[in-house]
T-cell receptor, first 114, second 115 residues
Framework: AQSVTQPDIHITVSEGASLELRCNYS??????LFWYVQSPGQGLQLLLK??????LVQGIKGFEAEFKRSQSSFNLRKPSVHWSDAAEYFC????????????FGQGTTLQVKP | GAGVSQSPSNKVTEKGKDVELRCDPI?????LYWYRQSLGQGLEFLIY????????KSGLPSDRFSAERTGGSVSTLTIQRTQQEDSAVYLC?????????????FGQGTRLTVV
């Protein structure tokens, strides 16, 4: 069965520091992978997605993610974190190409220190 | 409106009561999804609608949960005889079509508290 693991429940970084949020997936075929962000009181917003091709994908708000098939990972990165990046981040895998159903990880809460 | 709208935004109910949660998808979106976000559980898929039919309802946790969609638009998620473990944020999403390559847009959710 498909699954997504986000090993870090909570991460704290200083403003201006680099960020990496980990995501590991389990999926039998070529996965469709996503990162979403949920700011307090807001719905989920898509940051970026990977379907095929270049394994380094760029997203909104200066985020990028790298797909590594050998490690079953899709880690999210940002070179310099801003205070407004404090939020909860969810990695997801497409559960079915025919329905758009998503399988989410448990989320990582990012706290940014001034 | 321009986005996915959910109502109410907050709902407090007594254990054993029935509740209805509403989702208004983006106009023209044929696919609609319900997810549940519980503390420490992440987001769990509940049900997927394509038009008015639900080809995937595999995530509904029990027969107390049901959902319908009418007119290919508004959807209602009903929880009967609510239990404390039903307390969660219920998120609705819609997309133009039900394909993984098509972006899903999420509402802000309904926070359900069962006391």
């Amino acid at each position: 069965a498909q699954s997504v693991t986000q090993p870090d429940i909570h991460i704290t970084v200083s403003e201006g520091a680099s960020l990496e949020l980990r995501c590991n997936y389990s999926y039998g075929a070529t996965p469709y992978l996503f990162w979403y962000v949920q700011s307090p009181g807001q719905g989920l917003q898509l940051l970026l997605k990977y379907f095929s091709g270049d394994t380094l994908v760029q997203g909104i708000k200066g985020f990028e993610a790298e797909f590594k098939r050998s490690q079953s990972s899709f880690n999210l990165r940002k070179p310099s974190v801003h205070w407004s990046d404090a939020a909860e981040y969810f990695c997801a895998v497409g559960g079915s190409s025919n329905t758009g159903k998503l399988i989410f990880g448990q989320g990582t809460t990012l706290q940014v220190k001034p | 409106g321009a986005g996915v709208s959910q109502s109410p935004s907050n709902k407090v109910t007594e254990k054993g009561k029935d509740v209805e949660l509403r989702c208004d998808p983006i106009s023209g979106h044929t696919a609609l999804y319900w997810y549940r976000q519980s503390l420490g559980q992440g987001l769990e898929f509940l049900i997927y609608f394509q038009g008015n039919s639900a080809p995937d309802k595999s995530g509904l946790p029990s027969d107390r949960f049901s959902a319908e969609r009418t007119g290919g638009s508004v959807s209602t998620l009903t929880i009967q005889r609510t239990q404390q473990e039903d307390s969660a944020v219920y998120l609705c999403a819609s997309s133009l079509v039900g394909r993984v390559r098509t972006e899903a847009f999420f509402g802000q959710g309904t926070r359900l508290t069962v006391v």
